[in-house]
C-alpha cells in the first residue's frame, strides 16, 4: 500500500504485523498486536503500566509521515518510536528520557514492554526529569517525599512540605524522621530503619508533628521502598487532625455520664484498673488506693413525686458538690480525687495514692457535710443526705471487682446503720458477711445431703427433779465451718423460704426419736418432745397435713408433741396462723410460746390463743443467779416472774423457764411455782443415746 490514507485503515491493515523501525537500525519489530496499533486496549492482554491504565483515543495527527516509515494511515501510534506521538497525542522528544515505573510484563508472554524512553535510575521523583511522573508527583494532594537510604529527604512535593509549613524544595537533605517524630518511639524508628535498609516492606503509623506556626498536627505517616533500588523509600503524610478531634469527641461523650458531665461508670473503671496495675505504684507513690462510694438517701422519691427532670437536675447539683469536694481534697496533692457517676443516684470519688484512712475519712465527712445544705432549684427547695461506703487499702493484690465488692459491701454497711452516715470497710465484719452468704448458698443442698442433725435438752419437772419432756435442736454438721448452732442458719433459712424443707425433716425425726424412746422404756412413762417451728412454715405449707401425716406415720401420741412459737410470731396471729394452731390444739398437739416477756405481751391475744405453755425468757432466770453469793438479787425480777407464773396458771397454762444454771435459781423458781426448767444445771443439749441413760434417773440431784 502506498501513500496516505485520508481515513481510518481497512481491517485488514489493522491486523498485520507492524513495521517499526528501532533507534538503533535494527531490524524492524513486528511483535506488536492491532489493538497496540490503533491505541485500543486488548482484551487479552493484562493492562500495561504507566500513570493510565487505558489512555483516552487519541484524535488524528496531521503530521506527515516519515519517509522511513511503511504507510499507513495517518495517526497511528507506534510504541517504542521515539518520534511518534506519546500515549496522549504529544509528540515524545526523542532526546527527552521519560522515567517510568520500570519494564512492564506481559501476561501473556512474560516478556518486558518499556513504555516510553528508559529513564535514569538516579533521578528522584519530582526532578524536572521526571517527565509526567514529576508532574504528577508535584501535583498530588497526598504529601509524599523520597527519602534516599540515609534517610535524607531527596526531594518532596509541595503538599508535604505545607503541613510541615516549608517549600518542598527547601526540605530536601534533611533528615526525614526528625521532620515527622519517628525517633521517639524505639519500636518505630527500628521499624522505620528496616524500611529504609529493605528489610522490611511496610511501615504505617500515626505520629504528632507541631507546625512552625505553634499548631499541632497528627499525621498518618507510611513509608514503603520504591520498585528502583537506588530510589530508596517514598515516604507519605496523611493529615488525619479532624479524625483525631472527632474521635476525641466521640471517646469523651462515650466516657461521660450526659446528665452531670462526671466520667461515667466505663471511663472510672478504666482509670480504677490503670490504677492497680503494677507499673503505675511501683515507680512512686504510697503505693495505696481508697475508694468512697455513696448512694443518696431517698433520691427515687424525688423523681416519683417531681419527675425525673428535676432529678436530673438535683444529680448534676450534687456533681458540682462533690467535684468541688474533690478540688478541696486534692489542694497541695499530686492530684486530686476522681469523682464519677456510676449510674442513678450512685457516685464514686477514687483516690490514687491514699496517704491511709484518715484521709478517706476526711474527704467522707466532707462529702457528708456539703450535700447537707439545701439545694435550690428553681424556687424548689430540696434537702437530702448519703450514705458512704470506705475503702482504703494497698494496691498491691488489689482488684477492681474486689475493690468495688467492699465498697458495695460497706455502703449497705452504712444504710443498715441508719444512712447519713459513711462507714469504714470492716474485715471481720465482712468475713462474717461472707460465711453468712457461703452458708446462705449452700443450705438447701446440705438438707439433700443429710448434713444436718438434732440434739436434745432435757427439760425437767422442778418438784420431781425427773425428765419430763426434751427440746430438739437442730445442729448443722458444715464441711467447712465444722457444728453450728441453730443461731447461724436458722434466720437464713427463713429468709430464702428453705426453713419449710429443713422444719419438716426436724419434725419427723424428733417425732420418729421420741416414740423409740417410748419402744425402749416401756416402763417409764412417755417423754414429750418440743420442736420449734418458725411461723413461715405455717405460712408456706400445710403445717396442719404434716403434723398429721407425721403422727401417723411415727406412732407417736398427740400430746407427746409440742411446737414452740416465737412470742413476736404467734401473737397478734390471725386468719391462717390462727386457724392453723386452732386445729392443731384440737388435734391435741401442745403450742408453747417460746421467750415469753420479751415481745408483744399481749394479754388480751393471751387469753384467746390455744396456747398450753409458757416459756419465760432466760432473761428474767439470769436475775436469780446472785443469791447465796454475798450479792443481793433483785427483788423486782421475782415479782415479775411470780406474776406471769401466777397468770399463766390462772389461765390453765404451765409454765416452763429456759436458762437455769444453778441450784439456787431452781430453788427459787420451784418456791414461786414454777412448773418445769431447761438449763446448763441439768444438761447442756446431748445425743439421743444420753437421753435414754436419763430416763427413769433424777435428772438433776442439786435441784432436789
Known amino acids: 500500500m502506498s501513500g496516505t490514507s485520508e481515513g481510518p485503515a481497512p481491517a485488514a491493515d489493522l ?19 492491532g489493538s497496540e496499533r490503533s491505541g485500543l486496549p486488548d482484551p487479552d492482554r493484562s493492562p500495561r503500566s504507566g500513570p493510565s491504565d487505558e489512555p483516552p483515543e487519541r484524535p488524528p495527527s496531521d503530521e506527515p509521515v516519515g519517509s522511513s516509515r511503511s504507510a499507513e494511515p495517518a495517526g ?14 504529544t509528540p515524545v522528544d526523542p532526546s527527552t528520557s521519560v522515567e517510568s515505573n520500570g519494564p512492564c510484563e506481559s501476561a501473556e508472554s512474560g516478556t518486558s514492554v518499556e513504555s516510553g524512553a528508559p529513564a535514569d535510575p538516579g533521578e528522584p521523583l519530582g526532578s524536572p526529569g521526571a517527565g509526567r511522573y514529576g508532574s504528577a508527583f508535584s501535583a498530588a494532594p497526598l504529601a509524599m517525599a523520597v527519602v534516599d537510604r540515609d534517610g535524607l529527604v531527596v526531594s518532596a512535593n509541595d503538599t508535604f512540605g505545607s503541613l510541615l509549613g516549608k517549600p518542598g524544595a527547601a526540605l530536601v537533605g534533611l533528615v526525614a524522621a526528625e521532620l515527622t517524630d519517628l525517633k521517639s518511639d524505639a519500636r518505630t524508628w527500628h521499624a522505620y530503619r528496616e524500611v529504609l535498609r529493605g528489610r522490611q516492606a511496610k511501615l504505617s503509623c500515626t505520629r504528632r508533628v507541631k507546625h512552625p506556626d505553634g499548631h499541632v498536627l497528627w499525621v498518618q505517616v507510611s513509608a514503603a521502598p520504591l520498585a528502583t533500588e537506588e530510589h530508596g523509600v517514598l515516604l507519605s503524610l496523611t493529615d488525619i487532625s479532624a479524625r483525631r478531634e472527632l474521635q476525641a469527641r466521640l471517646r469523651h461523650l462515650e466516657m461521660h455520664d450526659p446528665v452531670t458531665r462526671l466520667p461515667n461508670r ?14 503505675s505504684y511501683e515507680q512512686g507513690g504510697t503505693g495505696r488506693i481508697g475508694l468512697c462510694y455513696l448512694d443518696l438517701d431517698g433520691f427515687k422519691a424525688v423523681n416519683d413525686t417531681l419527675g425525673h427532670r428535676v432529678g436530673d437536675r438535683l444529680l448534676a447539683a450534687v456533681a458540682e458538690r462533690l467535684t468541688r469536694c474533690a478540688d478541696e481534697a486534692g489542694y497541695a496533692r499530686a492530684s486530686s480525687p476522681l469523682v464519677a457517676r456510676l449510674g442513678g443516684d450512685e457516685f464514686a470519688l477514687l483516690v490514687e495514692d491514699s496517704t491511709g484512712t484518715d484521709q478517706l475519712a476526711d474527704l467522707a465527712e466532707s462529702v457528708l457535710k456539703a450535700l447537707q445544705a439545701p439545694f435550690d432549684l428553681s424556687g424548689q ?8 461506703g470506705v475503702v482504703e487499702r494497698h494496691a498491691s493484690g488489689t482488684t477492681a471487682t474486689g475493690l468495688m465488692q467492699a465498697a458495695d459491701t460497706t455502703l449497705y454497711w452504712a444504710k443498715a446503720d441508719g444512712k447519713s452516715r459513711w462507714t469504714l470497710f470492716d474485715p471481720e465484719r465482712n468475713a462474717h458477711r461472707m460465711t453468712r452468704q457461703a452458708l446462705a448458698s449452700t443450705l438447701r443442698p446440705a438438707i439433700e445431703r443429710g448434713e444436718f442433725t438434732l440434739e436434745y435438752q432435757p427439760l425437767v419437772g422442778m418438784e420431781s427433779g425427773r425428765l419430763r419432756g426434751v427440746e430438739a435442736l437442730v445442729r448443722w454438721n ?58 413461715r412454715q405455717v405460712w408456706d405449707s400445710d403445717l396442719v397435713a404434716d403434723v398429721a401425716e407425721t403422727l401417723a406415720e411415727t406412732g407417736l401420741a398427740p400430746h407427746l408433741l409440742q411446737l414452740e412459737l416465737t412470742e413476736s410470731a404467734v401473737m397478734g396471729s390471725a386468719g391462717r396462723p390462727l386457724q392453723a394452731l386452732q386445729a392443731l390444739s384440737d388435734m391435741g398437739v401442745h403450742i408453747a410460746i417460746d421467750d415469753f416477756g420479751t415481745g408483744y405481751s399481749n394479754l388480751a391475744y393471751l387469753s384467746r390463743l390455744p396456747v398450753s405453755v409458757l416459756k419465760l425468757d432466760g432473761s428474767f432466770v439470769r436475775g436469780f443467779q446472785y443469791e447465796g453469793e454475798g450479792v443481793a438479787p433483785n427483788p423486782a425480777d421475782e415479782v415479775i416472774v411470780e406474776a ?52 427413769g434417773t433424777e435428772a438433776c440431784n442439786q435441784a432436789s
Open 478 to 535: 458444715h464441711p467447712q465451718f465444722g457444728m453450728l448452732t441453730p443461731n447461724r442458719f436458722i434466720a437464713l433459712a427463713e429468709e430464702d423460704g428453705s426453713i419449710v424443707q429443713l422444719g419438716r425433716w426436724v419434725l419427723v425425726t424428733a417425732c420418729r426419736q421420741a416414740r423409740q424412746w417410748q419402744l425402749d422404756h416401756p416402763d417409764e412413762p412417755p417423754i414429750f418432745v418440743s420442736v420449734n417451728v418458725a411461723v
Open 15 to 33: 491486523i498485520r504485523p507492524a513495521v517499526t523501525e528501532s533507534k538503533s537500525g535494527a531490524s524492524p519489530r513486528t511483535d506488536f498486536t
Open 76 to 89: 497511528t501510534a507506534h510504541p517504542g518510536d521515539p518520534s511518534g506521538p506519546g500515549p496522549y497525542g
Open 266 to 279: 466505663t471511663l472510672f473503671f478504666e482509670r480504677l484498673s490503670a490504677a492497680l496495675e503494677a507499673e
Open 644 to 695: 406471769m407464773i401466777q397468770l399463766a396458771h390462772r389461765l390453765g397454762l404451765s409454765v416452763t423457764a429456759e436458762c437455769v444454771e444453778t441450784s439456787a435459781q431452781a430453788t427459787r423458781l420451784r418456791r414461786i411455782g414454777c412448773d418445769t426448767g431447761q438449763g446448763w444445771l441439768y444438761s447442756r443439749p446431748v445425743a439421743p443415746d444420753r437421753i435414754s441413760e436419763l430416763l
Open 381 to 388: 427547695r430540696l434537702s437530702l443526705s448519703a450514705s458512704i
